[in-house]
């Protein structure tokens, strides 16, 4: 079946390093891949997404860049700020099920003024 | 973007009794929504698909008859949890896509902490 795994969490960071949060999916057919972010003690938000292989989706600085030979899709930032601090959720929506995400595990971030 | 409202965003019930979670889409019309289980410092697990008008549909290994799914509008759709357990304790997420489809912007309620006591 679908699945995604990221990198375990916590990352701890110091502000203006530079970003990456690993994601790694398996799937059948063609899926859509997400970038989504829960603040403290908010709700799930889309941080950016990407439809095709080759894609780059990218939002608030952050990028992320569809890569289908690695089934990869890794998170980047060039210079974090102490607002980026947040869980990071990878996700993937197969277009044969309907629309529904499945998650990856959620990656802690923690950027230190 | 679109708004997904969740009511209540706490409750604490005793064991053996049931709760019911709302999930609205309030400015826009949801024939799909999503409900998610969200463990500590863990991932979501996504739990069904409730459809408007039809029965939802459960993933593998989520109890249907524990876990009553209710579609009954375009804009509301409701989680009960019957005959509650402590180990049901979780905090509860319900999504829809807004416009409909695999590509399109998940949009999330801000969740139901449940605690059973």
């Known amino acids: 079946g679908n699945s995604v795994t990221q990198m375990e969490g916590p990352v701890t960071l110091s502000e203006e390093a530079f970003l990456t949060i690993n994601c790694t999916y398996t799937?059948?057919?063609?899926?859509?891949l997400f970038w989504y972010v829960q603040y403290p003690g908010e709700g799930l938000q889309l941080l950016l997404k990407?439809?095709?292989?080759?894609d780059k989706g990218s939002n608030k600085g952050f990028e992320a860049t569809y890569r289908k030979e690695t089934t990869s899709f890794h998170l980047e930032k060039g210079s974090v700020q102490v607002s980026d601090s947040a869980v990071y959720f990878c996700?993937?929506?197969?277009?044969?099920?309907?629309?529904?995400?499945?998650f990856g595990q959620g990656t802690e971030l923690s950027v230190k003024p | 973007g679109a708004v997904v409202s969740q009511h209540p965003s706490r409750v604490i019930c005793k064991s053996g009794t049931s709760v019911k979670i709302e999930c609205r889409s309030l400015d826009f019309q949801a024939t799909t929504m999503f409900w998610y289980r969200q463990f500590p410092k863990k991932s979501l697990m996504l739990m069904a698909t409730s459809n408007e008008g039809s029965k939802a549909t459960y993933e593998q290994g989520v109890e249907k008859d524990k876990f009553l799914i209710n579609h009954a509008s375009l804009t509301l759709s409701t989680l009960t949890v019957t005959s509650a357990h402590p180990e049901d304790s979780s905090f509860y997420i319900c999504?829809?896509?807004?416009?409909?489809?695999?590509?399109?912007?998940?949009?999330f309620g801000q969740g139901t902490r449940l605690t059973v006591v």
């Open positions: 990407a439809t095709k292989a080759d």
């Open positions: 999504s829809a896509r807004d416009p409909v489809g695999p590509n399109t912007e998940a949009f």
């Open positions: 996700a993937l929506s197969d277009n044969n099920q309907g629309g529904k995400l499945i």
């Open positions: 799937a059948t057919g063609y899926p859509s």
